[in-house]
């Protein structure tokens, strides 16, 4: 008899990430991947180089001094902060633990492509609930969750359409959710936003035992390639986790390094007034060149390209040949829009003049 995997891992469509080459350019511009374009903290690589001295040490399992540092700039109590390898981890764990075979996790129509992909992997049935004009519509969801349901996950904001919903919204959806079913708020871009409605979720978690907020170090941190991030738990949350994570999921030099980044308040302020700047600079841009920009609170902006010559394919591989790479988002069910990072000054002027290269404009 052959050896095969559980049934459900071969309905897994196989996550593909933002490209980082296009053929024959020597100038390239990665505008694929939420990437920060200010990078790390000097102190976090400061702090990484340092780590390298105690490579042969085992890490500290709790994440101690990290969870720490979090606890102090977010006010939050550091014994119900769990950390990962990325949030991408701890949603992984969440899955696990909470859903499997016969369960259903949902989530909204464009949301985090990995959900459904761990999801799958857990055992448990992925499904979707509409969303209104690339927005989470709490009714939709409610209107989806059935005896089945073990998890709801809500990206807020979410990624690729950078909408968001607001405190009110997510607090709705709580009360109205049954009290047997676990919301996780993926808050991985929440650093971004700056409405007055808006909230990462903690408040949501201190209310109750069954919410989760996510966040990561991947974005306005520059720690993407570390793979760290961070959950918020209510304490019979965070023991179930503490039984799953593996014992030593988070790197030293990782540890440290996001330590020094979420205790560097002064450079996460600039990455975000860089992006407070640029982000309506290229979205003024893209609308002076007739295209649909959906509106954005993240570090990214969602483009609708029209049909016939100039669609979003061809708009795609124009840019690829002068070096932009931005992101394909077929995946996610939006073939007529391409997704941009917000870069820096020289990346933003050089797509902006692609797109109206692209358009004769």
């Given at each position: 008899?052959?050896?095969?995997p559980?049934?459900?891992?071969?309905?897994?469509?196989?996550?593909?990430?933002?490209?980082?080459?296009?053929?024959?350019?020597?100038?390239?511009i990665?505008?694929?991947?939420?990437?920060?374009?200010?990078?790390?903290?000097?102190?976090?690589?400061?702090?990484y180089?340092?780590?390298?001295?105690d490579?042969h040490?085992?890490?500290?399992?709790?994440?101690?001094?990290?969870?720490?540092?979090?606890?102090?700039?977010h006010?939050l109590?550091?014994?119900?902060?769990?950390?990962?390898a990325g949030?991408?981890?701890?949603?992984?764990?969440?899955?696990?633990?909470?859903?499997?075979?016969?369960?259903e996790?949902?989530y909204?129509?464009y949301?985090?492509?990995?959900?459904?992909?761990?999801?799958?992997?857990?055992?448990?049935?992925p499904?979707?609930?509409?969303?209104?004009?690339?927005?989470?519509?709490?009714?939709?969801?409610?209107?989806?969750?059935?005896?089945?349901t073990?998890?709801?996950f809500?990206?807020n904001?979410?990624?690729?359409?950078?909408?968001?919903?607001s405190?009110?919204?997510l607090?709705?959806?709580?009360q109205?959710?049954?009290?047997?079913v676990?919301?996780?708020?993926?808050?991985?871009?929440?650093?971004?936003?700056?409405?007055?409605?808006?909230?990462?979720?903690e408040?949501?978690?201190?209310?109750?035992?069954?919410?989760?907020?996510?966040?990561?170090?991947?974005?306005?941190?520059?720690?993407?390639?570390?793979?760290?991030g961070?959950?918020?738990?209510?304490?019979?949350?965070?023991?179930?986790?503490?039984?799953?994570?593996?014992?030593?999921?988070?790197?030293t030099?990782?540890?440290?390094?996001?330590?020094?980044?979420?205790l560097?308040?002064?450079?996460?302020?600039q990455?975000?007034?860089h992006n407070?700047?640029?982000?309506?600079w290229?979205?003024?841009?893209?609308e002076?060149?007739g295209l649909?920009?959906y509106?954005?609170v993240?570090?990214?902006?969602?483009?609708?390209?029209?049909e016939?010559a100039?669609?979003?394919?061809?708009?795609?591989?124009f840019?690829?040949e002068?070096?932009?790479?931005?992101?394909n988002?077929?995946?996610?069910?939006?073939?007529?829009c391409?997704?941009?990072?917000?870069?820096?000054?020289?990346?933003?002027?050089?797509?902006?003049e692609?797109?109206?290269?692209?358009y004769?404009?």
């Amino acid at each position: 008899m052959a050896l095969t995997p559980k049934p459900a891992i071969l309905q897994i469509n196989r996550y593909k990430q933002g490209l980082s080459k296009a053929k024959g350019n020597k100038r390239i511009i990665k505008l694929s991947s939420n990437e920060s374009p200010l990078g790390a903290s000097p102190k976090a690589i400061d702090a990484y180089v340092q780590a390298a001295t105690d490579m042969h040490r085992y890490p500290d399992g709790a994440a101690t001094l990290l969870r720490e540092a979090i606890g102090k700039v977010h006010n939050l109590n550091s014994e119900r902060i769990i950390c990962g390898a990325g949030s991408d981890e701890i949603i992984a764990m969440l899955c696990h633990a909470y859903a499997g075979d016969g369960d259903e996790v949902l989530y909204t129509e464009y949301g985090f492509l990995m959900y459904a992909i761990y999801t799958r992997i857990a055992g448990a049935t992925p499904v979707t609930a509409r969303e209104e004009n690339l927005r989470v519509s709490v009714d939709n969801v409610l209107a989806a969750v059935t005896p089945r349901t073990k998890i709801v996950f809500i990206a807020n904001p979410n990624n690729p359409t950078g909408s968001y919903i607001s405190k009110d919204e997510l607090l709705r959806l709580r009360q109205n959710l049954p009290e047997n079913v676990l919301l996780v708020i993926d808050s991985a871009y929440a650093e971004y936003v700056s409405n007055k409605d808006y909230t990462a979720g903690e408040t949501i978690v201190d209310m109750g035992k069954n919410t989760v907020m996510t966040r990561t170090f991947s974005k306005i941190y520059g720690l993407a390639s570390l793979r760290i991030g961070w959950g918020y738990c209510p304490e019979s949350v965070m023991d179930v986790l503490s039984r799953v994570r593996g014992p030593f999921n988070v790197s030293t030099p990782a540890i440290l390094a996001a330590r020094a980044a979420v205790l560097d308040t002064k450079f996460t302020r600039q990455a975000k007034e860089h992006n407070d700047k640029w982000l309506p600079w290229l979205t003024k841009k893209m609308e002076e060149s007739g295209l649909k920009v959906y509106p954005s609170v993240g570090n990214f902006i969602l483009v609708e390209f029209g049909e016939g010559a100039k669609n979003a394919d061809a708009a795609n591989d124009f840019l690829m040949e002068q070096g932009i790479i931005a992101r394909n988002v077929a995946s996610y069910g939006l073939p007529s829009c391409l997704r941009f990072t917000i870069g820096t000054e020289e990346e933003n002027e050089a797509l902006a003049e692609a797109i109206e290269e692209f358009y004769g404009v």
